[in-house]
């Protein structure tokens, strides 16, 4: 008999939790034992123990059975996108690990609660197998969220530092690439100064050719004129009968025999040279910006049928510049995009009364590599106009030796280039004992106003001692 009370206390918690509802109740020491379970979760003396039997450890992209000592009537998991839990059998629950994370599931049986820690850990992932296999013996370790890739590490160049970043990018196309890979000696500094200088160098060269001839008599007057330049005109109520809107360069005319002359010889050269030097901080991995110039005026037609109206947006034009600095070790690598542009009036075009300008736009982008002070320059943005009038007057203008009188013409040539010099710069802020004096003047801005009894003063004079009186 003893030994049956012995086997019936050995079988307790298992008769409670697997048979809750057994047909011959047990002996009372047993009944006694037998409602704990209903309430709380059945105790357990070993309190270590409790901890690690309710964390279930996995790893991304694998999966675990969970086994009850009971049949399973529910369950619950907070983040399916962490982990996800489906029941199998009546007393199994298969758990499939997602993404690295924790997430807590809750079991419910007959009469029973059960909740368990599900820690997924990232383990070895894809991308990361893929950087050993290409950069093999360098330190890389892959962090992914939904958001961002996070490297970190120790590399040992600056290659397969940026390499790195490029192919987690290619691979992660809609995921921000945070590369804080580390370089032997590397700078802290994380911020770039960005020294730029344009130089803009316009030459131009204009050489305008034209005879007008013409006479004014008692009983005749004539002119002959391509019309490519000004050419005078006959006014009756003039003294002279004759109106010059322009006398162009080379002027003559005889008042006696009334026969004059006008001739259109110029020749004309320019050159024009703009500088901007702008000076940009960006920190690393943003995008920093410079405009200088200004914006015009576009109208632009809302509406439809009888009910347009007219807006106005502004246009931006001048000298810009955008760059984005990557630091790796002791190397910058800039993106680049400088761009000038000026209003072209003579290709605008007039809406409604508004003349709207064209613009001249002359851009590069581009990717170097430097190191701390070192520069490069993009040179090369040409731009060459050439523009050539001639007019003639039919049959005289083919005349030998004469008909080059009755020619007109205007050669035109211009060409514009433009300069760029960068010169990027690692930099930090200033500790308050490294910051310079400001400068400071010898001697007051304005000295203290003298000879005016009225004026106000803010020093204290002595009179100057008296000599003695002579010895008697």
């Known amino acids: 008999m003893v030994c049956v009370i012995v086997l019936s206390t050995l079988l307790l918690p298992g008769a409670v939790s697997l048979a809750p509802g057994a047909q011959t109740p047990p002996p009372a020491p047993v009944r006694a034992a037998a409602p704990a379970p209903a309430q709380t979760p059945a105790p357990v003396s070993d309190s270590g123990r409790l901890e690690r039997d309710r964390v279930l450890m996995l790893t991304a992209g694998r999966s675990m059975v969970l086994t009850t000592a009971y049949d399973i009537t529910r369950i619950a998991i907070t983040d399916p996108k962490i982990a996800d839990a489906v029941v199998v059998q009546p007393r199994e629950v298969l758990i499939d690990g997602r993404t690295a994370g924790t997430v807590s599931l809750i079991v419910w049986g007959a009469g029973r609660r ?9 383990g070895v992932t894809t991308l990361q197998q893929t950087l050993q296999q290409i950069f093999p013996g360098e330190d890389i370790r892959v962090a992914v969220n939904d958001d961002a890739v996070i490297l970190s590490g120790q590399v040992s160049t600056n290659t397969v530092m940026l390499r790195a970043a490029e192919i987690v990018a290619a691979t992660k196309t809609n995921a921000r690439v945070v590369n804080m890979l580390q370089l032997p000696g590397g700078t802290a500094s994380q911020q770039v ?7 803009e160098v316009n030459r131009a060269a204009m050489m305008q050719a034209g005879f007008t001839f013409f006479t004014q008599a008692q009983r005749f007057a004539g002119r002959t004129t391509t019309q490519q330049f000004a050419a005078p005109s006959f006014d009756a109520e003039s003294p002279s009968g004759l109106e010059f809107t322009d006398f162009l360069n080379l002027f003559f005319f005889d008042g006696r025999e009334g026969i004059g002359a006008v001739v259109k010889a110029l020749e004309s050269k320019g050159y024009f040279q703009s500088l901007a030097e702008p000076n940009l901080i960006a920190y690393n991995g943003q995008e920093a910006s410079f405009l200088a110039g200004g914006e015009f005026p ?6 439809g049928g009888n009910n347009n109206s007219v807006t106005v947006q502004f246009k931006e034009f001048g000298v810009r510049l955008k760059f984005k600095p990557t630091i790796a070790g002791d190397v910058i690598r800039l993106k680049v995009a ?7 009036f003579n290709n605008g075009v007039t809406l409604q009364g508004f003349r709207i300008p064209a613009l001249l736009t002359r851009r590069a982008e581009t990717d170097v590599e430097l190191r701390d002070g070192q520069s490069f320059a993009i040179a090369g943005l040409l731009n060459n ?11 005289l203008s083919k005349l030998p030796i004469i008909g080059a009188l009755f020619k007109s013409k205007s050669d035109r040539a211009e060409r514009t280039e433009l300069m760029v010099l960068i010169t990027p710069r690692l930099v930090r802020p200033l500790d308050p004992d490294e910051v310079p004096p400001l400068p400071t003047r010898p001697k007051a801005f304005l000295p203290a106003p003298t000879g005016e009894e009225d004026a106000p003063t803010n020093r204290t004079e002595t009179p100057a001692p008296t000599a003695p009186p002579p010895p008697r």
């Open 298 to 303: 576009i109208p632009v037609v809302q509406g």
């Open 114 to 122: 059960d909740q368990y820690d599900v820690v997924v850990d990232p």
């Open 385 to 395: 106009v050439t523009q050539e009038d001639k007019a003639a007057i039919p049959i």
């Open 338 to 344: 400088p761009e000038v542009s000026s209003l072209d």
């Open 193 to 199: 100064m960005l020294q730029v200088r344009f130089a």
